[in-house]
């Protein structure tokens, strides 16, 4: 509504001013359907009598747009103050058109303003749209005239229902001359002040017109066939309202011929209002005169009605296109956006839907504002963030500078120690630290860079030296190693309890080995781990089946001791059941912990893995024997008829 999208016109949105007039203009209202003849609801109906005519609002219906153009904002302001200080009855179409207008020539203002601000070296980080002092002026002549133009809406109302107590009366009367066939002839004169006066009494509420002009209709008529007297009189009536009708049916038939659908539309809501105040013709024709006349009726509204469902058509295919871009809009995320290029990247993305958005027509008039509103929300929530991000990279930069320089002091200071394992684990951990700090102004990044690369480096080639000699000793460590996972893999595929003292043995001399070389640590650990994890897969296995049967075995001789023991063993499961799991998730979480904070490997972090294994275990051991309990309750049950 006017109303509703009109507090949002201040609102200027970075990089799409010159789009925003769109929110700000009301689309022109679509005439409604239920001013439309009502002939074609009304085709099974045979007789004149029941012909739904248009409503008494007809008179009310939208006339077509203004044909003022105005070429400057201050034309457009002129004009709205004109209106209030005339006080003039306000044309809606023209108020649309005003509004439109005024924001079109206000967002145009401010597209040169920025497009002068960045000829003139600008950035689009410090650019503010320029304060239009007209805007105020605008907004509350259009303020002023919505409330005068609710204030007679609702005077029209009021004289609506006044129209309709004295119409109703009217009506009765005629039921009542109607009713009468002896009086009919003396009552003629009575029947025409009264038609003449109903004639004179306009608008009523809309929802009781069609109602109200069938019965008054019906009545009429009904009076008329009752006249045994006074033939003459009677049938000059009917001959003055055949014609009227007959040329009305002319009209409505030559409108099938008028250009302007709308301008048609509109003229049939004037003769279908003169047809209400034209009185009865001769029985014998009155279906067949009506039948032409709604005939022709139909013909125009079809051509309403394809007008506008076109237009519809055309706005949902515009509702879905700015949803589609406001979807786009929505999916780019700033959050991973560390650099200028990135940013700019998206806002070339952005500018680019902005553009796409501006060759796309309305929406639907109820949700045009909404969905505008959506994607200009979205510009500026991208817009303000991006100004943030330049604002705090600066300090960012500088702050990650001395962070940086701090780190190249400390690696300087270490590139001549001889403390090979501890001074690599600073080491490491400083170059852990420099990735984690972030960029550094450009014009130091290379020099602080070289300077750090340098020291590392330096400490790094000392401890190669220095431990090459001891690289054939760790050939030999890897071969006995590499013989302990040939050991293994051979007893993985054995069976039998016995094997499990031969693993620990190896196990043991694995353990006792030294040092390998460097590039087949990993490997050779995920080798030994995996096999040993699949012989103690198979064990557990193994053991898991054994204790399963034994509790079977010892749960068929609770059964035997009476149901409470077994209910009362299953209730010591349970207990056990959720301690345990309470057991795992302290164990999960300090692994979590101990993952994130600990060097891989670390004799913590194997523990609590062991742990944790173990516990899922017995978790799941413990499951079984439950829902074993519970099937032999339920056999139990079964057997009893329970």
């Not at 330049?390 to 270490?414: D, H, S």
Request: proline content about 2%; aromatic content about 8%.
């Amino acid at each position: 509504m006017m109303e509703s999208s009109e507090t949002n016109e201040t609102t200027a949105m970075e990089q799409s001013a010159e789009i925003n007039a769109e929110v700000r203009q009301n689309e022109p209202t679509q005439p409604q359907a239920t001013d439309t003849v009502a002939a074609e609801t009304a085709v099974s109906e045979p007789t004149e009598s029941q012909e739904v005519a248009v409503e008494e609002t007809a008179a009310e219906s939208e006339a077509t747009p203004t044909a003022n153009i105005y070429k400057t904002k201050e034309e457009v302001v002129a004009r709205a103050r004109q209106i209030v200080e005339t006080g003039e009855a306000s044309d809606k179409q023209e108020l649309d058109l005003l509004k439109q207008l005024f924001y079109k020539f206000h967002n145009a203002e401010a597209v040169k303003a920025r497009e002068e601000h960045f000829a003139a070296g600008g950035t689009e980080e410090d650019f503010q749209p320029p304060v239009d002092t007209q805007e105020p002026v605008f907004r509350a002549a259009m303020q002023t005239i919505r409330e005068r133009r609710a204030a007679l809406l609702q005077e029209q109302e009021m004289q609506k229902k006044k129209n309709l107590e004295r119409k109703l009366q009217i009506l009765e009367r005629i039921q009542q001359l109607a009713a009468t066939p002896d009086e009919a002839n003396q009552a003629y004169d009575e029947m025409k002040a009264l038609q003449a006066e109903w004639k004179e009494i306009k608008a009523v509420p809309a929802e009781q017109a069609t109602e109200l002009w069938k019965n008054y209709q019906l009545y009429v008529e009904q009076f008329y066939d009752l006249l045994k007297l006074g033939h003459e009189l009677r049938d000059y009536d009917f001959k003055k309202n055949l014609e009227t009708k007959t040329r009305l049916c002319e009209q409505a038939e030559a409108l099938a011929e008028v250009p302007d659908v709308i301008q048609a539309f509109n003229q049939l809501q004037k003769l279908h209002q003169e047809w209400k105040e034209t009185g009865p013709v001769a029985k014998e024709i009155r279906e067949e005169l009506w039948a032409r006349f709604k005939n022709a009726s139909t013909v125009v509204n079809k051509r309403h009605q394809a007008h506008f469902e076109a237009i519809k058509q055309a706005e949902e295919e515009n509702l879905t296109k700015k949803t589609a871009l406001c979807e786009q809009l929505e999916a780019e995320k700033t959050d991973g956006l560390k650099t200028f290029a990135d940013w700019d990247a998206v806002t070339q993305r952005i500018i680019a839907l902005q553009a796409q958005w501006k060759t796309i027509g309305y929406a639907p008039q109820k949700v045009n504002a909404q969905i505008f509103e959506r994607f200009r929300k979205g510009c500026d929530a991208f817009f303000e963030q991006k100004a943030q991000f330049f604002r705090k990279l600066k300090e960012e930069l500088n702050a990650n500078l001395a962070k940086k320089k701090e780190l190249v002091e400390k690696a300087e200071a270490l590139a001549t120690s001889t403390e090979w394992r501890s001074t690599n684990d600073i080491l490491v951990n400083l170059q852990k630290q420099w990735k984690e700090i972030g960029a550094v102004p450009h014009k130091y990044s290379d020099a602080l860079w070289k300077r750090f690369v340098g020291a590392c480096d330096k400490f790094f080639e000392a401890k190669k030296k220095a431990n090459s000699e001891a690289h054939g000793e760790e050939k030999a460590n890897m071969e006995q190693k590499q013989g302990i996972i040939s050991a293994l893999k051979e007893l993985a595929a054995k069976e039998g309890e016995d094997i499990m003292q031969q693993v620990k043995e190896l196990q043991q001399k694995w353990n006792e080995i030294g040092h390998v070389p460097f590039r087949e640590k990993d490997r050779l650990y995920k080798e030994y781990r995996e096999v040993c994890d699949k012989i103690y897969g198979a064990f557990s296995a193994t053991q898991r089946q054994r204790r399963m049967n034994n509790f079977r075995t010892n749960l068929a001789q609770k059964i035997e001791k009476g149901a409470s023991t077994i209910d009362t063993e299953r209730q010591r499961m349970m207990r056990a059941y959720e301690r345990m799991q309470e057991e795992l998730k302290t164990y999960e979480n300090n692994l979590c912990f101990l993952t994130s904070n600990s060097k891989k490997g670390n004799s913590l972090v194997d523990l609590a893995k062991k742990k944790a294994d173990k516990l899922r275990e017995e978790l799941s051991l413990l499951a079984q024997k439950i829902k074993a309990v519970d099937e032999q309750i339920r056999k139990e049950r079964e057997e009893k008829g329970e």
